[in-house]
């Protein structure tokens, strides 16, 4: 199990809802769409996920942890190795090449040689490795969203958290990365996109519907 939600909820201050109550599971080797109305909850709910916001009630385990209360180390070696992001803004480093904005995705405990191969595979993997050395602004945006997605993956996450990731790009370019980000499922990973897009939702494995700031498995 990946993830284990049971009424986990996370308010701010009066007024503003954040998650009223979530309740799900997600295993590994599934995709899973959230799919809501803007404010009704989905970033709040993807930050639980990604322990970047701790509930204020209810339970939520994260790939084995309590993510009701991580110690900061745990919630830190998470992120920085298990867990992915990928945002509607791609967030790449513009004075930095591709294939260096991807090797940011590793972290110094891979050695040199290590780093370099697997860099090379995942760009490969993306189609990217003709603009390996390429800067960003020389890129498509649905390139530019490949490159994030591959130093977002070139770590092997077992989770991959998505928020809006086709939300910048036209529906030719979107659907490139969808493609992308569903074949990056594998069995020891689980994938979960934020999206408003209909057609993306439908090619995920699951929905999980959020409604002022109620998360729920969608039936089927
Ligand atoms: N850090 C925060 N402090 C206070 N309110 C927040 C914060 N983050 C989100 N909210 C509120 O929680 C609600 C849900 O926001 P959000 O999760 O961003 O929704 P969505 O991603 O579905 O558009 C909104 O009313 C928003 O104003
Ligand atoms: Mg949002």
Redo the contacts with the bound molecule.
């Keep these: 199990m990946v993830v284990a939600a049971e009424g986990a909820r996370r308010i701010?201050?009066p007024g503003?809802?954040?998650v009223k109550s979530a309740t799900f599971t997600i295993e590994a080797g599934t995709s899973v769409a959230i799919v809501?109305p803007?404010?009704?909850?989905?970033?709040?709910l993807l930050s639980m996920l990604g322990m970047l916001e701790t509930p204020t009630d209810g339970e939520l385990r994260i790939l084995g942890r309590d993510a009701m209360a991580p110690s900061s180390k745990e919630a830190a070696a998470a992120r920085r190795g298990e867990i992915s992001f990928i945002f509607q803004a791609f967030h790449l480093v513009p004075h930095l090449t591709v294939e260096e904005n991807v090797m940011l995705g590793l972290h110094d405990h891979h050695e040199t040689r290590e780093r370099r191969t697997r860099v090379d595979r995942q760009l490969a993997a993306l189609g990217l490795s003709s603009h390996a050395r390429a800067f960003p602004k020389t890129l498509s945006g649905g390139e530019q969203q490949r490159v994030a997605i591959a130093r977002a993956l070139v770590r092997d996450p077992r989770l991959l958290l998505c928020d809006e990731p086709t939300g910048n790009l036209d529906s030719a370019n979107g659907a490139i990365v969808v493609d992308a980000l569903l074949a990056s499922v594998s069995p020891t990973t689980a994938v979960v996109i934020v999206t408003h897009d209909e057609s993306l939702a439908a090619r995920c494995d699951r929905r999980i519907n959020?409604r002022d700031g109620l998360a729920e498995s969608a039936a089927g």
């Design positions: 701010f201050e503003a809802q954040g809501g803007s404010g009704s909850g989905k970033t709040t959020v």
